[in-house]
């Protein structure tokens, strides 16, 4: 069964700051790596994804690391902004044709 | 449009009794899903279904059932054997396992027990 350790819980930082938000995963199933995003009250919609025959995938002011050898996964917000708000939470595969398994997710608040 | 409904956005149930919440897609995607969301847990799996007429439990599939008949339809209920079913519940679905391609969520039902 795999498991997603996601850091940190809560984070708050400044408009215009590059927030940080880390997973581990323990399985060796390596084949797709989401993070969604969810604003309150609302489904959480994806937002980025990588497979990990690259090491970074960038789109817009995201951007995945990916850390094969450490089973580590992050997201980088470049130039944050208050519209940023949101939970985001990680996705790591699971055995077999199971579901994925998310984090446990980080609520991001940035501040003017 | 497409994606995924979710009814009705809040629920109100008397301790004792079943409710059902539906999830209806119009994505034509296979599988399914129902996950539980609370506070600091994430979201945690109940069941999925990745063919009609088929579907497996979850991490969490006490005091809660699922049906598949249709395609676009896959219902969760809960019964009074849930124990603590006080929480924000989201339905996915994807055109194949999860693990290939992207999840639709639709927007979530919040349960209440009063």
């Known amino acids: 069964q795999q498991q997603v350790k996601q850091s940190p819980q809560s984070l708050i930082v400044q408009k215009g700051g590059i927030p940080i938000i880390n997973c581990a995963y323990e399985?060796?199933?390596?084949?797709?790596f989401p993070w969604y995003q969810q604003f309150p009250g609302k489904g959480p919609a994806l937002l980025i994804a990588?497979?990990?025959?690259?090491s970074e995938k960038k789109e817009g002011r995201f951007t995945i690391s990916f850390n094969k050898s450490a089973k580590q996964f992050s997201l980088h917000i470049m130039d944050s902004q208050p519209g940023d708000s949101a939970t985001y939470f990680c996705a790591a595969p699971n055995s077999g044709n199971t579901p994925l398994v998310f984090g446990k997710g980080t609520r991001l608040s940035v501040i003017a | 449009d497409g994606g995924i409904t979710q009814s009705p956005k809040y629920l109100f149930r008397k301790e004792g009794q079943n409710v059902t919440l539906s999830c209806e897609q119009n994505l034509n995607h296979d599988a399914m899903y129902w996950y539980r969301q609370d506070p600091g847990q994430g979201l945690r799996l109940i069941y999925y279904s990745q063919i009609v007429n088929d579907f497996q439990k979850g991490d969490i599939a006490e005091g809660y059932s699922v049906s598949r008949e249709k395609k676009e339809s896959f219902p969760l209920t809960v019964t009074s054997a849930q124990k603590n079913p006080t929480a924000f519940y989201l339905c996915?679905?994807?055109?194949?396992?999860?693990?290939?391609?992207?999840?639709?969520f639709g927007q979530g039902t919040r349960l209440t027990v009063v």
């Open positions: 996915a679905s994807s055109r194949q396992g999860m693990r290939k391609t992207e999840a639709f």
């Open positions: 399985n060796t199933a390596f084949d797709y």
């Open positions: 990588i497979r990990p025959d690259v």
